[in-house]
């Protein structure tokens, strides 16, 4: 199924070559209409029609080269929120509510796993939100093996007063110094994950600053 609220042709596409694995990730960077585009009559509390109007959504599509194996992989978000007017700026590794209470450092994973988010607020708080998303290694046999990073981006997107409009960041490739900022928290917040030093982005097929499709 292709929803509606993305671009038929990936917004970006990015290579990656990196711990026995090489492989494509396209994203499609797009702007929800009606919360039945992005699926939130499923989530309790946003069943309004106007549930995520105007935010900017994500999805991300992985093809690995490699069989098997080779496939299980994850995706790790980092998130910053800050609403200013002395409010304290929210920062959290991105979960699913049901896991805030697990040692996990995954949104999201599986066999060649898509990526799928669609930020939203029942109010229109003013507040200006970022996420780093990397595609990762995910550890079989042991926390010891290193979650290593294969492809990121950069996307969110801004509203500059209350019950003002949502105004998407474009969705840009993820660079060595964005995961390098990303990994201290993460080590932090996860000490008994390793977490590798080293990310090579590769340069995208395509614009190096995507703006949401409409």
């Known amino acids: 199924m292709h929803e509606t609220s993305f671009p038929v042709q990936p917004t970006l596409t990015v290579r990656f070559r990196s711990s026995g694995r090489s492989g494509i990730v396209r994203a499609h960077y797009g702007i929800t209409s009606l919360g039945e585009e992005s699926g939130f009559p499923a989530l ?8 995520g109007r105007g935010f900017p959504t994500l999805k ?9 194996y080779w496939r299980l992989l994850g995706w790790v978000q980092w998130v910053t929120q800050d609403f200013g007017n002395r409010r304290p700026r929210v920062e ?5 509510p049901s896991f805030l209470d697990r040692d996990i450092p995954f949104l999201s994973m599986g066999y060649a796993p898509t990526f799928f988010d669609a930020p939203a607020y029942n109010s229109l708080p003013k507040v200006d939100w970022r996420a780093s998303l990397f595609l990762c290694t995910v550890p079989m046999m042991s926390r ?9 981006f950069l996307w969110g997107y801004r509203i500059e007063r209350n019950a003002g409009p949502v105004i998407p960041y474009p969705c840009n490739v993820a660079a060595g110094r964005d995961w390098l ?18 990310f090579e ?7 190096r600053r995507a703006q949401p499709a409409r």
């Not at 959290?92 to 699913?96: F, K, M, Q």
């Not at 900022?181 to 080293?198: D, K, N, Q």
């Open 181 to 198: 900022a990303v990994r201290r928290e993460l080590m932090g917040l996860h000490p008994e994950w390793r977490f590798a030093y080293r």
């Open 60 to 68: 991300c599509e992985v093809e690995c080269e490699q069989p098997g």
């Open 44 to 51: 309790k509390g946003f069943g309004s029609a106007n549930a």
């Open 144 to 152: 010891r093996e290193p979650i290593t990073p294969l492809a990121g």
């Open 92 to 96: 959290l590794v991105d979960r699913l």
């Open 201 to 207: 982005s590769r340069r995208s097929e395509g614009s």
